[in-house]
């Protein structure tokens, strides 16, 4: 099923690096239609929690397993973190400021969901954006694993050089 990316629903206004692991291999969706899930509802209500903790910094109850892993990649760096105050500490170190998610688009796996978004936010005057892919994992209803990769924060000038230089097709 391909999905356009849509506006947010939700419009609410560093770790130390560690070696690299092996990447694990996602075990198979449970026998339940709904996979990781407690319903199509709840995996719908976890991305909008998602899409909140991306806008405040601050993850709503219910969005992490206490033991969360949290593998970041950025242009030419890569950062990881264990644990909610490790992520949480990890995605405040880049982005500390809040912001708005105006567009994504989320599609299923059978462990958890891949959602695609631009993120805006303003931090010392200046206005900033990013796009990014993050694939989760999901056990007992809550982000077990989640993998982030980001394209690099985008400020005024680079997004005027961009709209400059490149004509896209589609937003």
Do not use: K, N
């Not at 694939?135 to 007992?140: I, L, P, S």
């Amino acid at each position: 099923m391909t999905r356009t990316m849509e506006p947010a629903a939700s419009a609410a206004s560093a770790a130390p690096i560690a070696p690299a692991a092996p990447i694990a291999q996602a075990s198979p969706a449970a026998p339940d239609a709904a996979g990781p899930f407690a319903g199509p509802r709840r995996a719908e209500a976890l991305v909008d929690l998602l899409v909140t903790f991306l806008e405040t910094g601050s993850p709503p109850a219910g969005l992490f397993r206490p033991d969360v892993f949290c593998d970041l990649t950025v242009p030419q760096w890569r950062l990881q973190a264990e644990g909610v105050p490790g992520l949480v500490a990890l995605r405040r170190a880049g982005h500390p400021a809040p912001g708005l998610v105006p567009r994504r688009r989320v599609d299923p796996t059978p462990t958890g969901f891949v959602i695609e978004l631009e993120e805006r936010w303003e931090q010392d005057g200046q206005s900033w954006y990013c796009r990014e892919l993050m694939r989760a994992d999901v056990e007992d209803g809550m982000i077990a694993r989640i993998s982030v990769y980001c394209t690099g924060d985008w400020d005024a000038q680079q997004r005027r050089r961009h709209g400059r230089e490149v004509v896209l097709l589609r937003p």
